[in-house]
């Protein structure tokens, strides 16, 4: 019983770690499924968490926090937008930019409003805070043997940014394979031109597909600083931008894909941190800082192909020049 309440724990964590990088990998898939390569999912992630805990300090309301992070994510798509659709620049060096520009600014920031070496203040339970909700009855059931564990530790007890997040799973592959929207959006990601030549824009689809991005970064990032964590750190994201982009490269651009992937990164994050400095009988201990290192390396060989050709939207990454 003990080895299956461990393996309960380590599911909640693997739950609760995957959420920030499913988020961000949906993110990346409506902006690269309309043909706009976005490597700023870092930034964006890390400015929403910014914006969400300071908000939420200031204000005292997890709401206003959420609606901050949101709204600063947005701008920075937006931002990405300008420079890649509307000027037609290249799509890596404005994410790049948009990373730089947020590690940068939210320390900045942080130092000048709340003079606590780039953090925001800790946020409390006084409402500035997502709490865990507690589905019905399980305090009642969770002395029910297996059931009772999954239930009320594995299902339950989670924040409302968790459910929305897996929820955000099934309602992606409907946008995209069940309605117009979606048809024109991945259309516009493998022929921008056949889509013009429909009288639909092409440059007003593209900015749709980066607004949707910044709303899911927001959402990342403020289950980061509002949810997860109480409070914003210096660099809270720790490159969960970039594994998500390698975890949507390894779904081969679906969503339900991507949620099986974002599961498979925060299982090794969790055992990662359950299993940190673990020691083999008779042989030697396991490095803290390898465990630490699992979800980079599978990174690195997912990445160098171990999961066969991935092949992206093919108008990705590639400015539309409208033919006259």
């Not at 043909?35 to 206003?64: C, N, P, R, T």
Request: proline letters at 5%.
């Amino acid at each position: 019983m003990e080895a299956f309440n461990t393996i309960i724990l380590i599911l909640d964590s693997t739950v609760r770690l995957s959420v920030p990088l499913l988020l961000a990998c949906l993110a990346g898939l409506y902006s690269e499924r309309a043909g706009v390569f976005d490597i700023g999912l870092e930034g964006k992630m890390l400015a929403g968490a910014f914006a969400g805990a300071a908000a939420a300090s200031v204000y005292g309301s997890a709401w206003i926090g959420l609606v901050a992070a949101i709204l600063v994510s947005i701008a920075l798509s937006l931002v990405h937008g300008f420079a890649s659709i509307t000027h037609r620049g290249n799509q890596i060096v404005s994410g790049v930019a948009i990373n730089f520009i947020a590690a940068g600014s939210t320390i900045i920031l942080g130092q000048a409003w709340f003079r606590q070496g780039g953090r925001t203040p800790p946020l409390g339970s006084d409402g500035s805070r997502f709490e865990t909700i507690n589905l019905p009855f399980a305090d009642s059931i969770s002395g029910i043997p297996v059931l009772g564990p999954i239930y009320s530790e594995l299902l339950s007890g989670h924040s409302i940014l968790v459910y929305v997040a897996f929820a955000a799973v099934p309602l992606t592959w409907w946008v995209l394979f069940r309605t117009r929207f979606g048809l024109r959006l991945r259309a516009v990601g493998e022929n921008p031109a056949a889509v013009d030549t429909a009288g639909i824009s092409v440059v007003w689809l593209r900015y749709r597909a980066v607004i949707c991005c910044g709303i899911l970064c927001g959402l990342a990032g403020a289950y980061l600083s509002v949810a997860q964590n109480a409070g914003f750190v210096k660099d809270m994201t720790a490159g969960k931008g970039f594994i998500a982009l390698a975890a949507l490269i390894f779904a081969k651009w679906k969503p339900i894909n991507a949620m099986y992937a974002c599961l498979l990164f925060g299982f090794l994050d969790a055992i990662a941190i359950r299993f940190s400095g673990i020691k083999i009988p008779g042989l030697f201990e396991i490095p803290a800082q390898f465990m630490q290192a699992l979800p980079y390396i599978l990174t690195v060989i997912l990445l160098a192909g171990f999961i066969g050709k991935a092949i992206p939207p093919k108008a990705g990454g590639q400015p539309y020049v409208k033919e006259r």
